[in-house]
């Protein structure tokens, strides 16, 4: 969720407040921050507030995303192997069938939107189009060797296929280029971890029995979060080893070994598969024998694969259950919650990264380490931009949690940038936000009916939507 500072287009953000300030953190956190009525993303109950950028942009979620590693398998395999089956002979043929898988594919891209990013899809079709305009000129040039010379210049209107064959490539490379240009601005503007109190890069070290910092412990239903975390964290990490089957697995007979070789135990609670798979349950018990710190990470949506962190525990086997969900204080470190919007994702990453860092030989395990992303919007101050100060009016029928909402507001911000309205917007001499806590059961009761009233009478004055902002649990 954006910070407070988004408050009814009345701030900006500016310099760098305390990292994982409650106003600032994701929706998971309670009575977070003022939010305007506007619908929720990612299935999340907080509504998203508005921002001078916009809201931070969800991942649409891709309608055969479950398909698209066995399409991107079915094309390789055939233009790499199957077509060859095709004799030599019939090369035109060869080549008419792979631009027209190419060209399949291609429409899947856009039908699909199996990527996120818009520049991982637009590297993806870049690729795409270049193979096919390369097999378009094989084509040519085999059409061209195949006509008789008296024939050439009817079917190409000229008399050799070269300049076409020359425009082609020209265009190949611009896209290329385009293509590259893209992906080096998308580096260039990597951002990594700083520690909190130096502004310098935390130090990553490995103890020397160690191979890895990171063991990645997953079922294949949340294959995705594990590989996006890899991926970020490497970056945001530089030195960083992290171990993920897909990339280090040479025998499932070694699994042992590797969890061994590891620093730091990482399991993605997600899918209830992932406790019921054998597999999953070696790498959690050479874990629990090596007693390897533990990094727990919680995929909530079901969209995802994902399940409650309550039914998960009750899913897991009494073996293991003091070590994945241990009651006693001083347990593992708190579960990071996952999340897929850009910013709340850096936090979850920056809490995976700390958690990875306090078991290092670099640092103490048993003191906290506040990492931050360089301009990260978590991380960001906000200053209220409102002339005399921003009036934030809350109904005492309304009190509870309301106020509660907006004291942690203030406590992120100067205390001369919010006043206290004594009436409603409309009422109040001056410009006046009115905080809705929105909750189950609000408007029900005396004093329910009170609140519903004082905002009907609200909008009849005719108060607009901007004006009234809620943070809905």
Known sequence: MPPASCIANTAKTSGMAPPFNSTLMPPSTP???????????EAHTTAVASHPCGPPRAPRPPRYCSYWEMVELVRKLYLSGVVFLIPQSLTLIRLLTSILVTIGHLILLQRAEPYAQISTAFVAVGCSFTLLCALLLAQLLKVYDELPASQVVHFFGMPSA???????????FAVLIATGALVAGEFASIRTLKEWESGLPPAVKLEQAKRWHL??????DNQDAVATIKWHLQLLLPGVEIFLDVDNLESTDKLEEYVEASAVFLALLGSPNYLSSGNCRREVAAALSSGLPLVRVHESDPGRNGAPLEALEIACSAAHQDYLFPEEEGGPWPVVSWHRVREFQLVSLAQIAEQLLRASPAYDRDVELPLFVPHGLAWSKPVVDAPGG??????????????EVLEEVKKCLTRESFHDADAPPGEAGSPTRWLLYLYPGCFEGEHGTQFADELEEALKRGVKPSELVNDLL
């Open 31 to 41: 009575k977070s921050c003022f939010v305007r009525q506007i619908p929720p993303i």
């Open 162 to 172: 070269f300049p076409l064959a020359v425009a082609i490539l020209v265009f190949n």
């Open 215 to 220: 063991f990645l412990s997953h079922n294949w």
């Open 390 to 403: 921003l009036y934030v009016y809350v109904s005492q029928a309304n009190a509870k949690g309301a106020k």
